[in-house]
DNA sequence: GCTGTGCTTGATATAATGTAACAGAGCGAG
DNA sequence: CTCGCTCTGTTACATTATATCAAGCACAGC
């Protein structure tokens, strides 16, 4: 992983290692990474995009895991109760959390052209929100930031 | 209006400036405010919330303004294209703009005890969403800044 | 005044996203 | 071995959003 997140990067690297982070937190707390919930996290580390929950049905629905909407969004629950995967609220979709384990305000780079994700992260002690938020005496408890644009591969090359 | 938001302020200003506003801007334009999209503009002020579509339908379709879906949508399109309302994605729902006719990059401050709804303003040159898109490359067009937590109002008297 | 053009609305149908509720399966503790 | 817990299977439904086509209406130009 670089400074953008946009680089090329050694996936396979990205996937296992957030797989076996998320298998010790589970070990560590006697949670269960279960067949379906593994799978989902799984398919949504593929690739650094949101998907849809009806999208991952289907893929599991065609690997015999369970066909119904509850059995997605209730993996989908878990993973994001359990911080391995974020909601991308202006997509109605999810992704792979790419900084497992850390408590963090996250903010997502999302190209409107490739649909590729990028999940940045924010100091929440230093920023402006922070001080919007102090001055109003309004009391933080979860942050959702997502910016849309266009990323520096599809500058070049629309729709890379 | 002061700094905070969350205060008590002389609200049938809020409305009847923001209605005024949106009339004059139209007008310049040549753009119609029409029957429908006002009396929707007028709902979205009538408090500091964050309405459904469907609320709205409700409510317009009581008055016999149309009673499908598209009337509601097109109505909240026409009003979000030209900045009068915003949408707030993490509630599927949408508020009046409280800063009408300046380009801006809005923040939310959602109270998850009464729902009220802030819209606050970040700089964009100087926040740290501007620094890591601009170190990753990234052009931004688009900013959805939500925050949830509890408003001074409901620290003091909860659900006030 | 007519007429054509473009925008707005009306109306039907349907798509996409998300949940409630209950029954059954599996597993570990006692 | 059985109680209690969590997870899964399944049905049904709720909520949010859009595609499409027809009809109205206003204004510009003739």
């Given amino acids: 992983m670089s400074q953008s997140g946009f680089e090329h990067h050694d996936h396979t690297v990205c996937i296992s290692g957030a797989l076996t982070a998320a298998e010790t937190y589970c070990r560590e707390r006697k949670l269960k990474l279960t067949p ?21 049905l289907a893929v599991i629905s065609s690997e015999g895991l369970g066909s119904q909407p509850p059995v997605a969004y209730r993996a989908l629950d878990f ?8 909601k991308i609220e202006n997509r109605n ?18 190209c409107t052209s ?23 005496g309004f009391t ?18 629309p729709a890379a």
């Fill in 93 to 110: 979709a999810y992704t792979a959390c790419t900084h497992s384990g850390n408590e963090h305000t996250p903010a997502f780079l999302i």
């Fill in 140 to 157: 933080v408890q979860k942050s959702t930031i997502e910016i849309e644009g266009i990323c520096p591969n599809c500058v070049e090359t």
């Fill in 79 to 86: 993973l994001v109760t359990h911080g391995f995967v974020h």
């Fill in 114 to 136: 490739c649909e590729s994700v990028v999940e940045a992260h924010t100091d929440p002690t230093q920023g402006q929100i922070d001080q919007i938020a102090k001055q109003a």
């Fill in 36 to 56: 379906v919930r593994r799978r989902v996290l799984e398919l949504l580390l593929n690739d650094h995009k949101a998907l849809g929950a009806y999208d991952i």
